[in-house]
């Protein structure tokens, strides 16, 4: 996990690359009709944006080395990845039952 998670440190260096992951997993989910990609993909285009406020030092003062906030924000994104991309990869509900 450890190793996952500091490869995520990518994200830190170039941002953008979260909107690559979070406009696809939107698309699909809207087109796919699950709210679970939906708001994955919602949330790795607004860690994007907070990347790129952190990286511009819009949301912090100067001190922005040691990013404790990491620890919250990687791991939910990776538990909301896997859950969205389940969702996208699983046999659509049949919500329409025969009632007689």
Known sequence: MNRLLSLMG???VYPWLAAVIG???LVLGRWRGR???IATGLAWLLYAVY???????WWCSGE??????LLLVYPM???LTVLGLVSLIRAP???KTNRN
């Open 51 to 57: 990347e790129t406020g952190m990286k511009q030092r």
């Open 93 to 95: 509900s049949s919500s």
């Open 23 to 25: 406009l696809p997993l």
């Open 10 to 12: 990518i994200f830190i």
């Open 77 to 79: 994104l990776l538990l």
């Open 35 to 37: 709210r679970m990609a």
């Open 64 to 69: 922005c080395n040691i990013r404790i906030d």
